[in-house]
């Protein structure tokens, strides 16, 4: 069955910076886009971007851009999302997605809490 | 790319239906049939519910449908229960190829 399993919860300071990895099974990894989304607490989703199959190509959300980068390694079926100069309002739960067509996110990992204390 | 509208909150009782909007521009709703509805209970990761606005994926109950109806997409839940109490967020590709969502409904099942 499709998993995607991320990493455990981080606590970072403001001014780091943050990895996030994704492991993927059950499916042909290098056969589908990853999205990034996150949630601050109590608030909606928010789309961070999303990187192709052959990781060639990411296109980010215009309010990250400039310090958040998407990577994946097809060898270890593994998505990464770095999002770097943390302030408190970067602590939300970060998840990835799978994007089995058009931008329809089908498979959801569990979320990896980031607190970043003000 | 400003989020998507919904109201914040809708409520029904057992049995009844309900219906969600979602109501975007002529830049991501008006202009692509990608629209796609989410649900997502506390504490949870969100669950596909609707895909390509009308298109449910295999396991979702048929009590899910969606429209859309120029800059304004649907999600109506018939037969309400218990376990559709939930959040449910909207999405749409927006030119650019980026991905916009709604602010999130509150659905309450009394």
């Known amino acids: 069955q499709v998993q995607l399993v991320q990493s455990g919860a981080e606590v970072r300071k403001p001014g780091a910076s943050v990895k996030v990895s994704c492991k993927a099974s059950g499916y042909t990894f290098s056969d589908y886009y990853i999205h990034w989304v996150r949630q601050a607490p109590g608030q909606g989703l928010e789309w961070m971007g999303w990187i192709n199959r052959n990781s060639d190509a990411t296109n980010y959300a215009q309010k990250f851009q400039g310090r958040v980068t998407m990577t994946r390694d097809t060898s270890i079926t593994t998505a990464y999302m770095e999002l770097s100069r943390l302030t408190s309002d970067d602590t939300a739960v970060y998840y990835c997605?799978?994007?089995?067509?058009?931008?329809?996110?089908?498979?959801w990992g569990q979320g990896t809490l980031v607190t970043v204390p003000s | 790319q400003s989020a998507l509208t919904q109201p914040a909150s809708v409520s029904g009782s057992p049995g009844q239906s309900i219906t969600i909007s979602c109501t975007g521009t002529?830049?991501?709703?008006?202009?692509?049939?990608?629209v796609s509805w989410y649900q997502q209970h506390p504490g949870k990761a969100p669950t596909l519910m609707i895909y390509d606005v009308s298109n449910r994926p295999s396991g979702v109950s048929n009590r899910f449908s969606g429209s859309k109806s120029g800059n304004t997409a649907s999600l109506t839940i018939s037969g309400l229960q218990a376990e559709d109490e939930a959040d449910y967020y909207c999405?749409?590709?927006?030119?650019?190829?980026?991905?916009?969502f709604g602010g999130g409904t509150k659905l309450t099942v009394l």
């Open positions: 002529s830049s991501d709703v008006g202009a692509y049939k990608y």
């Open positions: 997605a799978r994007d089995f067509s058009n931008w329809n996110l089908d498979y």
């Open positions: 999405s749409s590709y927006t030119t650019g190829s980026t991905l916009v």
